[in-house]
């Protein structure tokens, strides 16, 4: 394999990871959702670019659900859903930006130390992949436990659906079956997400999810 | 009975994921309740059916299904309390109605949601292909959501967000070990289907690479094992249960651990067969041990009767978990008959609890007592189940946790210690509970209950058979599938 085929193959993963991080430190919710659209367009790229590596055309089919499905479908129905409660002006976090990048930085770190001496067999291209789709779970799971936000948590999920991808196509020769269970199993995903958001909404009058902890079963019975 | 399934036209593990599938289009389309609940005992009576039929039919070993003696034992068990909790829920719900939880739009979806739930868990458990299996337990956990959340209280959806976000993480952490192990097993039989086939990756598991086996067996312990409720990651499931309907607590501490441990004892046997990979067994009986003790001392401070069982549940998976950690013939046949008699007893009691929140009115402990004076049958129903769990002779249960610590004390006798300790922590907590519950004096509403005690009776029955006697065949049976697991 020739290396520049290697390095676009490394550049669009490693898009794909720097997308995640910069999720991280979006404060408003519209920004959240373009820059996660973005980063579904960078995965699609990256799935088509190795289907073309691994001559898999049926590759191109999970690229092209990655594009269609979360690079349009999604954002535009979370806009529209973000603009119907009236959030999309809304900033929030936990923590602050700065730690939360730093912390970030250790996941990333923390993944390529994992997975660069474990994965030595692999060919090399399975490798870089593999580190980087580690890390990009890891930054979902990071956005979802950093946010209140249920919008945020929604696409702190996908975004680590994203990585999971990245990680199937990375395998070569990974049957497609699972490809299109994962793309199915999003689309369930966000109907559900969708149900509840709407459903939190109409209780509480606000998607934060702070306002949910109150109304923990145990809990009232210490007020 | 083998001409019987011969002259099928479709085979019988086709039928176990094909009625739940009908089902579903069919329980949408129905408004009449009566008669959706009626289709719903139907549909998982034949799913029961033809879970038995499977007992006479050649075992198969394709690239995407198998079936062998580890998971027909649980197919059978998994469509048996399907199909009597349905009973229980035809007469549970009509209750919910009347009080208003519920409306009919909301049953019809209920109904579909359950055979889903079914189909989902057999499909995770006759799949051989890794992906399909892992498919399967994502519908399933999908599916159990949505009706954690029927009931749209606050609590409810509290609840199920919760839920949904730990056990989507789960899952989705989960799907990244079987990624892994394709990986490791791709490298070894070829790329393309077969590579992801359980029974070919554990054929070739001696050669796989140790580290990379490792390293996806932490990704699919921590993520299937939240989906078995194992402590640090069982946060989900005190409030999944409390919230939800009764029938699906039922089914989720039944039915829905059982299966996600029993994915995870799929991995374990390919960790087995590779001599220089990590030892699951000591994670395993680690994790246990930490439920177990966990989940005890955690039911002292319960006030909630349904949380109360469900830190009950963890702490059981805790022992089976712990019994697959040792290992060997003797603990495999204690978890295995502990999976079961838990499943069967644990199902029981949430009928039981079901029947006295509708009776009360309510779930909070303090608000529940003096049920021998008001409700006489279902004390008893109640008392035996509470009896059956803690591990009381003569019930299964009392058999398995016995089989346990007389073999655990000859291959670990230090965590053995920890284990009877945990063991009569929960003993205590919950007899402690048992006595207000029957014995103190009547407080709060009381209202007779309409339903019937036919399928609570008929779990305690067979968990009291199986404590007094098992079948000779039964026995041999769970020899030889404790032996496969190793």
New interface residues.
């Given amino acids: 394999m020739s290396p520049l085929w290697f390095d676009i193959a490394h550049l669009f993963a490693a898009g794909v990871l720097v997308l995640s991080l910069m999720l991280l430190y979006q404060d408003r919710i519209t920004a959240v959702i373009n820059v996660f659209a973005l980063q579904a367009v960078v995965l699609s790229l990256s799935v088509g670019w190795q289907s073309i590596v691994q001559g898999a055309p049926h590759l191109l089919a999970t690229a092209f659900i990655a594009l269609i499905a979360k690079g349009i479908i999604i954002p535009t129905a979370l806009h529209r859903i973000v603009r119907k409660l009236d959030v999309h002006r809304e900033v929030e976090r936990v923590v602050s930006g700065g730690l939360t990048m730093l912390a970030g930085l250790a996941l990333v770190a923390l993944s390529i130390l ?2 660069q ?3 030595e ?2 060919d090399p291209v ?1 490798r870089e992949d ?1 580190a980087f ?2 890390a990009v ?1 890891l930054l ?2 990071l956005l ?1 436990i950093t946010r209140r936000n ?1 919008v945020t ?1 929604v696409v702190g ?1 996908m975004s ?2 994203n ?2 991808i990245l ?2 196509t990375g ?5 497609l ?2 490809e299109v ?2 793309a ?2 999003v689309l ?2 966000f109907i ?2 969708g ?2 958001v709407f ?2 909404r109409e ?2 009058d606000t998607v934060d ?1 702070n306002v ?2 109150r ?4 809990r009232r ?1 210490h007020l | 009975m083998q001409e019987l399934v011969a002259a099928l036209p479709l085979s019988p593990v086709t039928l176990v994921l094909l009625f739940p599938a009908i089902a579903i289009p069919v329980l949408v389309a129905i408004s009449n309740y009566r008669l959706s609940a009626g289709l719903n005992v139907l549909f998982s009576g034949l799913t029961l059916l033809a879970g038995v039929l499977l007992l006479a039919a050649p075992r198969i070993r394709g690239d995407f299904l198998i079936i062998d003696d580890f998971n027909i034992f649980l197919i059978v068990l998994t469509a048996f309390v399907g199909f009597t909790t349905s009973v229980y829920s035809a007469s549970y719900i009509g209750h919910e109605l009347e009080t208003g939880k519920l409306t009919p739009t909301f049953l019809r979806f209920y109904h579909a949601m359950y055979q889903a739930m079914m189909g989902a868990m057999n499909l995770a458990l006759v799949s051989n ?1 890794i ?2 299996m ?2 399967g337990l ?2 399933a956990t ?1 599916a159990t ?2 009706m954690v ?1 029927i009931y ?1 209280t ?2 409810a ?5 919760k839920y ?2 730990l056990g ?2 789960g899952i ?2 989960a ?2 070990g ?2 892994l192990i ?3 097993s ?2 070894v039989i070829g ?3 077969p ?2 086939a359980w029974d070919e990756i554990v054929a070739h598991a001696g050669q796989l ?1 140790p ?2 086996l490792s ?1 996806a067996f932490v990704f699919l312990l921590v993520g299937y094992g939240t989906k078995v409720g194992l402590a640090p990651f069982h946060a989900w499931l ?2 999944a249960h ?2 939800g309907p009764t029938p699906i607590s039922a089914v989720l501490s039944g039915l829905l651990l059982n299966v996600a441990l029993y994915a995870l004892l799929r991995f374990k046997m390919v960790l087995a067969g590779n001599p220089f990979a990590i030892d699951a067994g000591a994670i395993l009986m680690t994790l246990g041990l930490v439920s177990l003790l966990f989940a005890a001392f955690m039911l002292y401070r ?3 009767i349904k ?1 109360l069982f469900a830190y009950s549940s963890i702490e059981h998976m805790g022992i089976a978990t712990f019994a697959f950690g040792i290992g060997g013939p003797l603990a495999n046949f204690a978890g295995l008959l502990h999976m079961t008699m838990h499943s069967l007893v644990k199902s029981a009691i949430f009928f039981a609890v079901g029947h006295v929140a509708q009776a009360k009115g309510t779930q909070r402990l303090a608000d529940i007592s003096g049920l021998s004076t008001t409700h006489p049958a279902l004390a008893v129903g109640f008392a035996l189940g509470v009896i059956a769990i803690v591990g009381l002779p003569p019930f299964g249960v009392f058999m398995s946790e016995f089989l346990l610590v007389s073999t655990a004390f000859s291959r670990q006798p230090i965590l053995t210690v920890l284990l009877v300790l945990g063991l009569l922590l929960a003993l205590g907590a919950l007899l402690l509970r048992l006595q207000d519950v029957m014995f103190g004096v009547p407080r709060g509403k009381s209202e007779p209950v309409k339903a019937s005690f036919v399928p609570l009776f008929v779990h305690l029955l067979i968990a009291l058979v199986a404590g007094l006697w098992l079948p000779e065949a039964l026995v041999r049976w769970f020899r030889g599938v404790a032996a496969l697991l190793g």
């Avoid at chain 1, 109304?215 to 145990?218: H, K, P, S, T, V």
């Fill in positions: 994992l997975v001496p474990v994965v067999t692999a399975a593999f789709a580690l779970v979902g799971l979802m249920a948590q999920f680590l659906e990585g999971l990680a199937a395998a070569r020769g990974m049957p079956v699972v269970s994962v199915f199993s369930i995903a559900v997400f149900v509840f459903r939190i209780r509480f999810v949910l902890e109304f923990r079963g145990e019975e | 292909n992906g399909l892992w498919v994502e519908v999908l959501v949505m959340g749209r606050p609590e959806i509290e609840a199920a967000w949904f976000i989507s993480v989705g952490l799907f990244f079987t990624i394709y990986m490791v791709s490298s790329s393309g289907v590579a992801m690479d580290k990379l390293l005190p409030d409390a919230e319960r006030r909630d949380r």
